[in-house]
């Protein structure tokens, strides 16, 4: 299926020379732990995090911004979007567009 509706600030990404993990989730020793025995920690790798944010957010503006921010994952931009649901993440393997689905 293509999507035909691209938000335009979708094409933002690709803008950043990386972006920064915004994903946490609270961690308990034990189920039902009071709240001052739990703390926030991030995703651990690029590939699990599923929350970033918007481009236009300041801590996606460096790698040292993220860590401002209180995020401690810096990972890299997605690949360049190019139509409704193509990415283009090695050579084209035609001059048009790349055949890499997106998603």
Known sequence: ?????????EYLWDKLTGRCCMQLKLECPYNNAPQHLCHN???ESCGE??????????CHTSEDNCYTCGMKLWCAKPPPLLAG???CARD???RSYCWDAYG
């Not at 299926?1 to 600030?9: A, C, I, L, M, R």
């Open 1 to 9: 299926t293509v999507v035909e509706d691209v938000d335009p600030d």
């Open 41 to 43: 920690a991030g995703a």
């Open 49 to 58: 995090c599923a929350v970033w944010s918007t481009p236009d957010n300041f």
């Open 85 to 87: 649901n193509k990415v």
């Open 92 to 94: 084209s393997r035609i």
